[in-house]
């Protein structure tokens, strides 16, 4: 799991990273007794004010996560407050997408718990630093979180620090959107931003005291994402050389999210999804259209056949029709001579074939009859 900053602990690190955090939690065999219902087994991630568990759950084996973050004292009401704001939230946002959050409380002694699902992986932020992502993965990684901050977003609720460590990448390579500590129900952020998040992913409106902010500053995070995922650095961080080493494919799509304007970026997350899927199927469309024709195998119109060709090819077929032609009139004359003589002109003369082919069609309807 991950929580702010947290990351997996790395072997031989856990005492270091547990003595570093401002947070020192309680032990398995306390943690045990505060909530019974689960088996604490291991570590999952630490953040400044929390860390994470691996947990199973007694009753039925399940695999879980918890969140454990110290007492609020006095001085620390806002903490509690956003802790309990991202159970709420997380509680009502269902999605395959977003970390599924099951349960929250607070032991008998006051620390806050969170039960969640359990994201077996790593966050975008140490996957990055791991060696990178392609622009294949990460085209996945970024159509997966669009349609969870797309779902957010029609729920109301905007993330306001999406990062990627704050994106958890399971082994079978699903997103997973986490720490919703600092979200906003739109209409409460329509009164005002707090500023809470990380200053390299936030939209220079939130930046600003008194502008207005609305979903459409996570649309300005979504292009920052973009940008570290394939280049390991934020645009802030690139600073002139941002964008350099993006495929071209996501150039595009980076630059229009990362507008200043809210009026000029991508207007909904679907559409940041959508304009990238776009975007991706030109180039590669483009790029097999270079190969061809630099292998030689451009597309030609297909050559007609040589008349005589044709003439060939339709003998057989055109000779047994003709014969049938042949056979059918022979056999029509023969018949029509037959029938003048036994049905003589009323002024005596013989009928026409007109008149006769009249009387037969009235002989087989009468036959009908």
Request: with cysteine; net charge neutral; hydrophobic share 45%.
């Amino acid at each position: 799991m991950a929580d702010d900053a947290v990351t997996p602990p790395s072997p031989g690190s856990l005492t270091a990273r547990l003595s570093a955090a401002s947070f020192v939690p309680p032990s398995k065999e306390r943690l045990a007794e505060m909530l019974p219902d689960f088996e604490f087994q291991s570590v999952a991630g630490i953040g400044g004010m929390s860390v994470v568990y691996r947990v199973r759950r007694i009753v039925d084996d399940d695999v879980m996560a918890v969140k454990v973050m110290p007492p609020p004292y006095e001085g620390q009401e806002e903490d509690a407050r956003r802790f309990v704001m991202e159970a709420k939230t997380m509680l009502a946002l269902r999605h395959p997408n977003i970390v599924a959050v099951y349960d929250y409380g607070q032991t008998d002694d006051g620390h806050l718990w969170l039960l969640m699902e359990f994201v077996d992986g790593m966050d975008m932020h140490r996957t990055i630093r791991a060696g990178g992502i392609g622009a294949a993965d990460a085209h996945s990684f970024v159509r997966q979180l669009c349609d969870a901050v797309q779902h957010a977003h029609a729920c109301g609720v905007v993330h306001r620090d999406i990062k990627p460590a704050n994106i958890l990448i399971s082994r079978d390579g699903r997103v997973k959107v986490t720490d919703f500590g600092v979200a906003r129900p739109l209409a409460e952020l329509a009164r005002g931003d707090d500023g809470y998040g990380t200053p390299d992913y936030s939209a220079p409106e939130r930046l600003v005291v008194g502008a207005a902010v609305d979903h459409r500053a996570d649309i300005y995070s979504l292009g920052v994402v973009i940008h570290e995922t394939l280049t390991g650095e934020t645009p802030r961080q690139a600073a002139r050389h941002g964008g350099a080493r993006l495929p071209d494919s996501f150039t595009g799509v980076m630059s229009k999210c990362l507008m200043v304007d809210p009026a000029r970026r991508y207007q909904t997350a679907r559409e940041v999804g959508a304009a990238l899927n776009l975007a991706i199927a030109e180039e590669s469309a483009a790029r097999r259209a270079a190969a061809a024709r630099k292998s030689g195998a451009v597309l030609r119109p297909v050559p007609l056949a040589h008349p005589a060709d044709l003439g060939r090819r339709r003998t057989p077929w055109l000779a047994e029709a003709g014969w049938a032609l042949l056979c059918v009139g022979v056999i029509a004359a023969i018949a029509f001579s037959e029938w003048r003589k036994g049905h003589p002109h009323e002024d005596g003369g013989a009928p026409t074939f007109g008149e006769a082919v009249q009387a037969l069609i009235k002989s087989v309807r009468s036959a009908g009859r």
